[in-house]
């Protein structure tokens, strides 16, 4: 029985009921640490008017652990025992002849013990703390404060009346046994506190070397919780300076990620908590994995923990590396029983651990997985990990060997970057030519988001002869900051993949400090230039590329920083504004294009090629003419997107016309008034007074303020109108 269930059990008078599992648990041999645990037991027993019973237990648990452990364990156990009863003397007596046992060689025992008080005279809690103390130390002893930040050390001991001589940083201080021990708690040469005051040069070494121990050693001696401020008050600035904590303090949490005996949680400040027992690897592995459902969150979890045991130089055990493995493939099977589907993902995960384990087996397995799969290509789409994609295609090249070059199209325009080029070598053993790589180039023009890593395959550059294409750099650079720009603008992408295209695309632009974009700008004319300079102001997702990318411009065309007036906003060519409904509308206009018309105009090509004669045949002219003007079409739009800018409410002017004001215009010889709204060329609407910002209408009445007159000759009546009511029309756009 637990210590937990025996305190309630004692807590409820149901004395025979503790008794006879006491009972139970003498019999069994149970070891002195869990006797300690159980001493809870006794203590609530003693707190309901049992001490008696309590007292009985405790001398049968003694008698029956001083016949099977050594005298220290023994002492150990009896010493917790008595802490938890307190009030007992023959247990005093029975402590005290144990102390006697142990520690009988000790000079003056008799003496400390009296001054201690162990059979009477002092609070239990004390005179075994005195004793615990005292019996540690010799001359050279090192002491920790306990009730303040200190050290000291012991210079000389009065066995015969047990008095201490102490360096203390006040200077040589002289303590009686009860006394040292109130104030002091023995300590190591590598407290943080002794080598403050007796080894300076260990100390800096270790600031500089092992922060973590550092930290390790303060929280041991103060206490098991700080947080960061209160650490830096105590370091800084005798022992670090202000100007150095910041760096030292990054170095420190990187060493304590590995610690066994310290965790971090919190942000400004951190909390620390120290456990002077210590977690293992393992156990952390496995409360995380407890938690965990997720195949990919195993993964991490593996991962961490292999990293832990090189950082740790611990073995990995591999037998908790297999149970994971187990257990992402159970709870696959109960998923597959349930749904009568496989998921591809689970196994991908499982197949990575196999090979960390060495499983010989591990290929064969992924491969009848795959062969189970209805659609194995879509079900890899879906698979957002890079690092388990190439044991995911060469899975498939085994398993599915028929109609491989059509997979192999599918997959390359999502492809992570290595994978891509493995796929590229593979299509042309296939028999692919250039002509083929240049229409999955097109394909993946036109969906800069949903192909990315197609498009970052193709401004890095493919080795394969066949896939060396005439692409301008420009175009291809051009197409990612679109893209880029479509997740600035927040459209419909899940964050992780959002996250992974803009780190993706960071690495690619700065891979061999920017060669591929340099040579870029070494192509283009200063027009280009400035065009690809406005994309990239634009966008707030590059970071430092972008700074870097904008300087390069600005050395290669010097000519495009000279400072030009400050326009206002419906002057502006680089931008367009729009309302956030015009933007969706205008996204769905290209979804529609990109995934309903320009489909079924390759169909159309297809079903018209079949027909044969192509040099006479109109059906297939008139298709490849459609989809002309489709791709025209589309490019225009991706164009405009590319320089869209959602207005919000906040950006309407109030005190003056602008995009996205309503405006009441009175005509100042009838009488008669005009209610017209200003927004973009996407939402304009001229019978219902709706009017793109760049018409002539519109700009007769950007910038007027109310009062103001101007002269509107498209009205009826034309003539001069003033300016009577603003507001803003963004609400009802």
């Avoid at 506190?193 to 930290?215: C, G, N, R, S, T």
């Avoid at 309407?652 to 309503?662: A, L, M």
Wanted: charged share 30%.
């Amino acid at each position: 029985m637990d210590t937990e269930t025996l305190v309630k059990l004692a807590s409820t008078g149901n004395i025979r009921g503790v008794e006879e599992a006491w009972l139970s648990l003498v019999d069994s041999e149970v070891n002195p640490a869990e006797w300690q645990q159980h001493a809870d037991v006794l203590e609530e027993l003693s707190k309901t008017g049992h001490a008696a019973e309590a007292e009985s237990m405790a001398n049968m648990t003694i008698e029956a652990l001083t016949s099977s452990v050594d005298p220290p364990d023994v002492l150990a156990t009896a010493s917790q025992l008595l802490l938890k009863i307190k009030k007992s003397d023959p247990l005093r007596k029975t402590v005290a002849d144990l102390y006697r046992q142990v520690h009988g060689d000790v000079e003056g025992l008799d003496a400390l013990m009296t001054e201690a008080g162990i059979e009477g005279g002092r609070p239990v809690r004390r005179a075994i703390r005195t004793l615990d103390v005292c019996l540690q130390l010799k001359e050279g002893s090192y002491l920790a404060r306990r009730h303040e930040e200190g050290a000291g050390r012991v210079d000389s001991i009065d066995f015969d009346e047990w008095e201490f001589e102490v360096t203390t940083e006040d200077g040589s201080e002289t303590f009686g046994a009860v006394e040292l021990a109130d104030n002091f708690k023995p300590t190591s040469e590598d407290d943080f506190y002794v080598m403050a005051q007796f080894d300076q040069e260990k100390l800096q070494k270790l600031l500089k070397d092992d922060p973590a121990k550092i930290i390790q050693s303060i929280l041991a001696s103060n206490s098991t919780e700080m947080d960061s401020d209160e650490l830096k008050r105590i370091l800084t600035p005798k022992h670090i300076s202000n100007s150095a904590w910041t760096k030292w303090w990054t170095k420190a949490r990187q060493g304590l990620r590995n610690s066994p005996h310290v965790t971090i949680e919190g942000r400004s400040p951190y909390f620390l908590t120290y456990d002077p027992v210590g977690t293992s690897l393992e156990d952390e592995v496995k409360d995380q994995i407890a938690s965990s459902h997720d195949p990919l969150q195993d993964l991490k979890i593996v991962d961490s923990y292999l990293k832990g045991c090189v950082n740790r130089k611990e073995t990995p055990t591999l037998d908790l590396i297999a149970k994971i493995r187990d257990r992402i493939l159970e709870r696959e099977e109960r998923h597959n029983i349930q749904t009568g589907r496989f998921e591809l993902l689970p196994f991908l995960a499982a197949h990575k651990i196999d090979g960390i384990l060495g499983d010989q087996e591990a290929d064969a397995r992924l491969i009848d997985v795959m062969k189970k799969l209805d659609d194995p290509v879509a079900a890899i789409l879906n698979v957002e990990v890079p690092s388990l994609w190439p044991a995911a295609c060469v899975a498939l090249e085994q398993s599915h060997p028929e109609n491989l070059t059509v997979a192999l199209e599918r997959l390359l325009p999502h492809a992570p970057l290595d994978v891509a080029e493995t796929l590229a070598k593979h299509l042309v053993e296939l028999g692919h030519t250039q002509d083929n790589f240049a229409k999955l180039a097109d394909a993946i023009l036109r969906e800069p988001v949903g192909m990315n890593e197609g498009l970052l395959w193709l401004w890095k550059g493919s080795s394969v002869d066949e896939a060396k294409l005439d692409v301008p750099l420009v175009t291809i650079a051009s197409k990612m900051f679109q893209a880029l720009a479509s997740i600035q603008r927040g459209e419909n992408i899940s964050k992780e993949h959002a996250r992974q295209i803009v780190q993706n695309t960071r690495d690619v632009l700065r891979a061999k400090k920017f060669d591929r974009f340099k040579t870029m700008i070494e192509e283009i004319q200063p027009g280009v230039a400035s065009a690809i300079r406005t994309q990239i102001e634009r966008l707030d997702n590059l970071g430092r590329a972008g700074d870097d990318m904008l300087s390069m411009i600005r050395k290669q065309f010097p000519q495009l920083t000279k400072v030009t007036p400050s326009l206002p906003k419906w002057e502006r060519e680089d931008i367009m504004y729009v309302t956030s409904r015009g933007y969706k509308n205008k996204q769905a206009e290209i979804d529609e294009l990109v995934n309903v018309k320009m489909k079924q105009n390759a169909e159309a090509i297809g079903a018209a090629a079949a027909l044969g004669d192509l040099s006479e045949n109109s059906e297939y002219k008139f298709a490849l003419e459609e989809r002309d003007l489709l791709r025209a079409r589309l490019a225009q739009m991706q164009n405009e997107m590319a320089i869209a800018t959602v207005i919000r409410p906040e950006d309407v002017p109030s005190d003056h016309v602008g995009i996205g004001s309503k405006v009441m215009l009175e005509h100042t010889g009838s009488g008669a008034k005009q209610e017209v709204v200003i927004l973009s060329q996407w939402e304009a609407e001229p019978a219902k007074q709706i009017y793109n910002y760049k018409t002539p209408v519109a700009q007769a009445i950007l910038g007027h303020q109310e009062g103001d007159l101007t002269t509107v000759d498209f009205f009826n009546p034309p003539g001069e109108y003033r300016v009577i009511a603003l507001a803003s029309a963004i609400a009802e756009s």
